[in-house]
């Protein structure tokens, strides 16, 4: 059973989510409609549909929604369907079954040139190879979506500049691949997503082919502009702490199927399985707990140790773990946590300890 929770995704909710993924299956094989059929008769799992039609099971059965300006992680281990699954929204694979909706649009029933319309409008994609055009200069391959759109020259350069300096490569223009490094060339790919001001971004391991320094200052920068533009992002990547960092809900993923969604918070303090448990053991608590997940009820607190003292510390709800425990180590007292200048719980000192040592939510 997945179990979904977006509590704390810090995502506005205005409505329909702009992407719904309904019961999508992705089998591979000649026979994939013949597996298909016997998955939803007879049950049959992954191995089994293997052994009897020769077929693979990509993605299992899948259901999703992302929210409008969210930033939303799929990850997994290496061939657990999450580079698979992201290739069915803009329909660069057909799924076995299910339904995709795309801002209302049911993209499964788009003919070929509403598709191509729709993907060059509404879709901008990056991948973890740059894919530049070689003899294409760097302004040039930012303008190509325009391009496609036949926008006149003028125009799409206008464009394509000004996308260049919100990535802070508008120097860098007229250069060519080949003259910039690898950082430099995976935000000229993001720009050329941008550059067709897309409503939704999909983002497969953009960042996995670059060293680890430049790879937090990419993360960085996808933040920045995050922040700047609110475009409602798919990211897939394998680095749990990437999505950690980045993501407002994280889905995992496991043999096709979506195990968990939620916050990373909920998914490190309430795992769904030993799975998804081990997947998030080494993740450190300390800037993904915050204070609601550990807190216990005022009224509790009181009836069993009186009122709490006037000199207890103050944190607000979203306060991370990490200030917690150096509150503790400054004070004695229990910390009260007020929402809207009301007190909604108390955080004692053992709770905080049994939280870093247990990863346990106390109550």
């Not at 918070?265 to 309430?270: P, T």
């Not at 998804?276 to 993904?288: E, M, N, P, T």
Request: contains cysteine.
């Amino acid at each position: 059973m997945v179990i979904d929770s977006d509590a704390g995704s810090g995502v506005a909710d205005d409505g329909k989510p702009v992407i719904e993924i309904s019961n999508v299956w992705k089998i591979f094989g000649n026979r994939a409609q013949d597996a298909m059929q016997a998955v939803q008769q007879q049950g049959l799992n992954k191995n089994e549909v293997l052994e009897q039609f020769n077929a693979v099971v990509g993605v299992a059965d899948v259901s999703l929604d992302v929210k409008r300006g969210e930033i939303f992680c799929i990850m997994g281990l290496s061939g657990s369907g999450k580079s698979t699954l992201v290739r069915h929204f803009n329909r660069l694979l057909e799924p076995t079954l299910g339904q995709i909706l795309i801002e209302g649009t049911d993209v499964m029933a788009l003919g070929t040139k509403d598709l191509q319309r729709f993907r060059n409008r509404k879709i901008g994609m990056v991948f973890q190879n740059f894919a530049l055009l070689p003899h294409r200069s760097v302004l040039d391959n930012v303008a190509m979506p325009l391009e496609i759109r036949q926008i006149s020259k003028n125009d799409r350069m206008r464009q394509a500049a000004a996308i260049l300096e919100i990535v802070e490569l508008s120097a860098w223009g007229s250069k060519f691949a080949h003259e910039l490094s690898g950082g430099m060339q995976q935000r000229v790919g993001l720009a050329r997503a941008l550059a067709a001001n897309p409503d939704v971004l999909l983002m497969d391991e953009p960042f996995s082919a670059l060293d680890p320094l430049i790879r937090r200052q990419l993360q960085d920068e996808f933040l920045r502009l995050s922040n700047i533009l609110k475009k409602t992002t798919v990211f897939i990547t394998h680095d749990l702490d990437e999505a950690v960092r980045i993501g407002h809900r994280i889905a995992i993923m496991r043999d096709g199927r979506v195990v968990q969604i939620g916050t990373a918070e909920d998914i490190v303090m309430n795992p769904a399985d030993e799975y998804v448990a081990d997947f998030v053991a080494g993740i450190s608590r300390l800037k993904v707990v915050h204070a609601n997940a550990v807190m216990q009820d005022v009224q509790a607190y009181t009836s069993e140790h009186g009122q709490l003292p006037d000199n207890a510390p103050v944190v607000g709800a979203d306060e991370t773990l990490s200030a917690l425990i150096n509150l503790a180590i400054e004070s004695d007292a229990p910390i009260k946590v007020n929402d809207d200048h009301q007190t909604v719980g108390v955080i004692t000192r053992s709770a905080i300890l049994r939280t870093v040592v247990e990863g346990t939510e106390m109550s």
